[in-house]
């Protein structure tokens, strides 16, 4: 039986931000205020369970795990608190599905960011405009342009 693992308080926040604070299953907002103070409104949960019962290893035996250990951050997701008793309770084949896609969705976008954020394609346009700027370029040819009219 594998020992669960305490998850980190910026881990924590980070499940949050990958399903915008909204559970992925309902819409349930996963922080909400009570009393003037935010409540936390979720757990997280393992997509493929960490220690699975007989009756999950056999209804999930076919199906595609988003990672080798059960407890790694790609097999984790908040859920709200009602969704969550549900789904380890009473798991079916089409939720551990639909949170696998969801997941997947949310790696994703989360490898375009990555991707994005390391693009420094705005940096590289300036650099070729002050280029431009800092050249005495003489345009040797006389653009002409004839409006059409369309019908």
């Not at 990672?67 to 309770?89: A, Q």
Request: glycine share 2%; charged share 30%.
């Amino acid at each position: 039986m594998s020992k669960r693992r305490k998850i980190l308080q910026n881990e924590q926040l980070i499940l949050h931000s990958e399903v915008n604070g909204v559970c992925p299953l309902c819409p349930t907002v996963l922080i909400y205020e009570k009393n003037g103070n935010n409540q936390k409104g979720f757990e997280i949960a393992h997509i493929y369970p960490l220690n699975p019962l007989p009756k999950e290893k056999t209804l999930l035996k076919n199906e595609k795990k988003l990672n080798s250990n059960s407890d790694h951050g790609d097999n984790l997701i908040c859920l709200c608190f009602p969704c969550h008793k549900k789904y380890d309770n009473n798991k079916t084949v089409e939720e551990y599905r639909e949170l696998v896609k969801k997941k997947e969705d949310i790696l994703k976008r989360k490898k375009e960011q990555e991707i994005w954020s390391k693009t420094s394609i705005e940096k590289e346009i300036f650099e070729i405009i002050e280029l431009l700027v800092d050249q005495n370029l003489v345009f040797e040819d006389n653009l002409e342009y004839s409006p059409k009219t369309i019908v």
